[in-house]
């Protein structure tokens, strides 16, 4: 362009862009090295996972107790007696370079009380407090180290009761599904047959949809072995798992498990329970979308409620408090819901008033109608009447009339009468 024509353009803000073109280099550039120096920095900094357990103590004491890892490691903390706090315990794991800290959250006496109303809430300031810890931390003005100690899953174990879920258990997935990802697990399965686990299972998922719940929600991919796998997994939902601190020969092969009269139940055996196939997807498969559905959706949900209870001058909305447990996208679903229902009782209550109007209208016109009706009634009465009394004195006036006429005819005959008398008076004296 020309040289003023560009000057022109820089004065009016205006910038030119070329439209995107693939194009093939010839010879090495470099930048497909790119992946390589992210994974030596993510390598560098490590990895960080937080897994929540929850369930009735009986339950976690006897699964959560085996390792996720191998059969050699010990156990990340002891079998201890009921506690009432939730707990944590970290564990730094180093395999092949890549450094691993591992974060197991404990639920100890979670559902065995008497009463459990309300055993939910530590549970939930845990997680909501680890959300506002890293959202403090991006708001510092040094955000070098950052720690992620948010939860990134939550396993929820189910007492094999085979007879579906129990209200606490709906009740806490409800609370928990729009803060973390829910994997439910069906606990000591080893207690169930094979047909009666799989029934289980069905009931479990049918009372899941049922109420709505949300669990981790596997995500599509377009390798159809990864989708096989997916679909798998998800197939066998909820996971049931069988747990075990014992080391038993089989075959000559030292396996965990547990040993039973009619045989062994081997905890990474497929065919005895689902440990392997958890296993596999919250390590090998699914640690770091569970990671990124915290980050992209719980963590950002809980972000967006917190800033949206911030009001305009800074100052912490207290009426919104009761509103923070709730997805952005719920609580705007949920306000156009409510805002439907507002139109639809103020359409509703204006048509009833519409018709009470109408009807009070139509109940006066009625009222007036039969009002004028005896009114007219009445009138019609009174003229009959009137008439009446007016034909009874026109027939009086007549009766009169013609009496008098009559006497008047009587006394004009006596006069000529009188009259002629006279007359024959007067010529008798002449004579």
Known sequence: KPCGETGQSAALGQVSVMSGQQKNLEGYVGFANLPNQVYRKSVKRGFEFTLMVVGE?????????????????????????????????????????????????????????????????????????????????????????????????????????GHGLKPLDIEFMKRLHEKVNVIPLIAKADTMTPEECQQFKKQIMKEIHEHKIKIYDFPETDNEEEMKMIRKIKDRLPL???????????????????????????????????????????????????????????????????????TYNGVDNNKNKGQL?????AQMEEERREHVAKMKKME??????????????????????????????????????????LEEKRRQFEEEVNTWETHQRILEQQKLELNRTIDKGKKKKIF
């Not at 770091?288 to 917190?306: F, G």
């Not at 009470?356 to 009959?384: A, F, G, I, W, Y």
């Open 240 to 310: 049931a798992v069988v747990g075990s601190n014992t080391i038993i020969e089989v075959n000559g092969k030292r396996v965990r498990g547990r040993q039973y009269p009619w045989g062994v139940a081997e905890v990474e055996n497929g065919d005895h329970c689902d440990f392997t196939i958890l296993r596999n997807m919250l390590i090998r498969t699914h640690m770091q979308d569970l990671k990124d559905v915290t980050n992209n959706v719980h963590y950002e949900n809980y972000r967006s409620r917190k800033l949206a209870a911030v």
């Open 325 to 329: 447990t709730k997805s952005p996208l």
């Open 57 to 161: 103590y009986i339950c976690i004491h006897l699964c959560v107790s085996t390792p996720h890892w191998s059969a050699d490691q010990s156990p990340l903390y002891p079998s201890s007696p009921h506690l009432i706090d939730v707990e944590q315990s970290q564990v730094l794991i180093k395999e092949g370079g890549v450094h691993l800290l591992l974060t197991i959250v404990d639920t100890p006496g979670f559902g065995d009380a008497v009463d459990n109303s309300n055993c939910w809430q530590p549970v939930t300031d845990y997680i909501d407090n680890k959300f506002e810890d890293f959202l403090n931390s991006e708001s510092r003005v040094n955000r070098r180290l950052m720690p992620d100690s948010r939860v990134h899953c939550c396993l929820y174990f189910i007492a094999p009761s």
């Open 348 to 389: 509703l209550e204006m048509e009833q008033v519409f018709d009470m109007k109408v009807k009070e209208k139509v109940q006066k016109l009625q009222d007036s109608e039969v009002e004028l009706q005896k009114r007219h009634e009445q009138m019609k009465k009174n003229l009959q009447a009137q008439y009446k009394e």
